[in-house]
């Protein structure tokens, strides 16, 4: 089955650590997302990538990184320099350039808490 | 830049009734896309449906449909006969249409509506 792998669903991190967020994608898709989602602010994004080797930074970019290796990849590092890292991290992807429509399908997400 | 707003943070309807839920936006554009996506307790979000801005008639998936007021920039979520099923929350989001620079393929979502489906 076709679709967005999130891992691990739960992570658990000491302040000051740095921590990597993994995304897989199956649908040969050539965009992808990274969104964070906290309690009453709906999800905001943080870095997006339409082709390999390319990201942009969202809206809240900063104490993350971001790198895009592989078209199925998209991995999102929280640094320690990201003030508040405890959210619900959600990955999405998409196809792009040739429809003037197209969906943006989300995986599973992971939850990070750090302490 | 463009700002959606959800002025509803909890919603409950009795089964099989019908709810609507709220969602206005703003922006300088005049064609984008609007969407309603669900995130049931798995928090796995879910397309509901979708509208092209620029097409008059309102989207309609089985029991949802939308109710698109260009004109009063809102864009309000209708769902008839609810089922347990449908308790979630639900969020709107707004993307631009235009291709022409890297970014307008970013969504951007409202606070969300917390909807209880009532047995």
């Known amino acids: 089955d076709g679709g967005i792998t999130q891992s691990p669903k739960y992570l658990f991190r000491k302040e000051g650590q740095n921590v990597t967020l993994s995304c897989e994608q199956n649908?040969?898709?050539?965009?992808m997302y990274w969104y964070r989602q906290d309690p009453g602010q709906g999800l905001r994004l943080i870095y997006y990538?339409?082709?390999?080797?390319?990201?942009q930074k969202g809206d809240i970019a900063e104490g993350y990184s971001v790198s895009r290796e592989k078209k199925e990849s998209f991995p999102l590092t929280v640094t320690s320099a990201q003030k508040n890292p405890t959210a619900f991290y959600l990955c999405?992807?998409?196809?792009?350039?040739?429809?003037?429509?197209?969906?943006?399908?989300f995986g599973p997400g992971t939850r990070l808490t750090v302490t | 830049a463009q700002t959606v707003t959800q002025s509803q943070p909890e919603m409950s309807v009795q089964e099989a009734e019908t709810v609507t839920l709220s969602c206005t936006y703003d922006t300088s554009e005049s064609d984008y896309y609007l969407f309603w996506y669900k995130q049931p307790p798995s928090r796995q979000m879910i397309l509901v449906i979708r509208?092209?801005?620029?097409?008059?008639q309102n989207a309609t998936e089985n029991r949802f449909s939308v109710n698109f007021q260009k004109a009063a920039k809102s864009f309000s979520l209708k769902i008839s006969d609810s089922q347990l099923g449908d308790a979630a929350m639900y969020f709107c989001?707004?993307?631009?249409?235009?291709?022409?620079?890297?970014?307008?393929?970013?969504?951007?979502f409202g606070t969300g509506t917390r909807l209880t489906i009532i047995p």
């Open positions: 990538s339409q082709i390999v080797n390319d990201f």
């Open positions: 649908l040969n898709h050539d965009a």
């Open positions: 509208q092209e801005a620029y097409k008059q």
């Open positions: 989001a707004y993307r631009s249409s235009s291709l022409t620079n890297f970014g307008n393929e970013k969504l951007t």
């Open positions: 999405a992807s998409s196809i792009r350039l040739t429809i003037p429509y197209y969906e943006q399908y």
